[in-house]
């Protein structure tokens, strides 16, 4: 039993020091984000990409389901109004700060490895299939 305890306190260290390091928060809930300002949204962006980035790819891909599952909990109405609420708040932004909404996603998208990429794109093209063609002309 002695000769186990330190290989099993090691484990579990290793295990700890993992979890620790790569754990992705939960997604906040679209009704809260929805009032956040420009620098409180701006601070939790660069948050979250940086933990995002520490993370392996399946925990990734369980932050972006969660959030998925989050707004589908939302009923339709809800959806709107929290759609055309992030719309305004979007129209409201000044020029720079669009660029730096922009910037900050394409330094995220290309800190991943090519096979997410080519994941989200493929997401993406998905999520535009059931978009009306007014919405998609917003979209590039």
């Not at 790569?22 to 906040?28: L, R, S, T």
């Not at 909990?73 to 809800?78: R, V």
């Amino acid at each position: 039993m002695k000769r186990w305890m330190p290989y099993f306190l090691l484990v579990l260290t290793l295990l700890g020091g993992s979890v620790a390091q790569g754990a992705v928060p939960d997604p906040v809930d679209p009704r809260e984000s929805v009032n956040y300002t420009f620098d409180q949204r701006m601070a939790h962006t660069k948050q979250l990409h940086a933990k995002l980035r520490e993370a392996s790819p399946a925990e990734r891909s369980m932050y972006f389901d969660k959030s998925l599952e989050a707004i589908k909990k939302l009923s339709p109405e809800e959806r709107r109004d929290l759609s055309e609420k992030f719309k305004s708040q979007w129209k409201k932004l000044t020029d720079e700060q669009k660029k730096q909404v922009k910037q900050e996603a394409r330094n995220y998208i290309t800190s991943l490895p090519d096979a997410e990429r080519k994941e989200l794109k493929r997401r993406r093209e998905l999520m535009l299939e059931f978009m009306s063609p007014e919405e998609r002309k917003h979209w590039p």
